[in-house]
């Protein structure tokens, strides 16, 4: 499996990405810029990665200059192509703004940043990201965002529910989803959900944070283990 992290300006975890995919995962991963308008070498098996940072300073909003780059609308012609695309934090908030996934990532309820680590219950193992992980697991994941509040209209939201399209909710330390346990506002405490077509995903923790070691926390891993899952079983 190919992986290609996209860098725009102002990214700050692409590094961090590259790192955990290249070094920790043993995959092939290669930079790509923003000014890009092609993806040589990849499939629809291979794996385009938004990661976090403030693309653009996240002037005006968050992800919403990033998605008009020009290397957004070729990852829009690889994911509808059935390539996988994988956004984290700003990304996620660049999937959303270019609509390439459902909803809004808004201020945080409190209007603060926030960086810390918050338990996630997977939802669902029908997906890329989350195959090698069983429904009902609660991971630590640490968070780092000020527009991190995912909304949509309740038709979106039924709609997320009945496809089983919300990959993750906050949660407490047990896997009970309580207000108390979701850090920003989110409704229905959703932290991660993918398309219709199971090809694109976005989430707002960050598990490359906590997939090796040296971290003391590797609950992330199981993210990027079931890509490669995946990716195994399509070839």
Known sequence: MKFGVVVF????CDDDMIHV???????????????????????PGDCIVLPGGFSYGDYLRAGA?????PIMEVV???????GIVFGICNGFQVLCE???????????????????????????????????INPGTVLKIPIAHAEGRYF????????????????????DASGQV?????????????????????NVFGMMPHPERASEPALNNEDGRGLFESLLRTAHALT
Not at 9 to 12: D, K, V
Not at 76 to 82: C, D, N, Q, T
Request: hydrophobic share 40%; proline share 3%; net charge neutral.
């Open 65 to 69: 200059i990033a998605r008009f780059s």
């Open 152 to 171: 949509a209209d309740e038709a979106t939201l039924d709609k997320l529910a009945a496809n089983n399209q919300i990959l993750f909710t906050y949660c």
């Open 98 to 132: 270019a609509g390439l996934l459902p909803g809004v990532l808004l201020r945080n309820q409190n209007q603060r940043f926030i960086c810390k680590n918050v338990n996630l219950k997977t939802m669902t193992s029908e997906s890329a990201i989350t195959s090698a």
């Open 178 to 198: 309580t207000a108390e346990a979701n850090p920003n506002g989110s409704l229905r405490n959703i932290a991660g959900i993918c398309n219709e077509g199971r």
């Open 9 to 12: 300006p102002g990214s700050n």
């Open 76 to 82: 829009a012609a690889f994911a509808r192509e059935g």
């Open 21 to 43: 995919l290249g070094s920790v995962m043993n995959q092939e991963v290669v930079k790509l810029w923003h000014k890009d308008t092609e993806l040589p070498g990849f499939g």
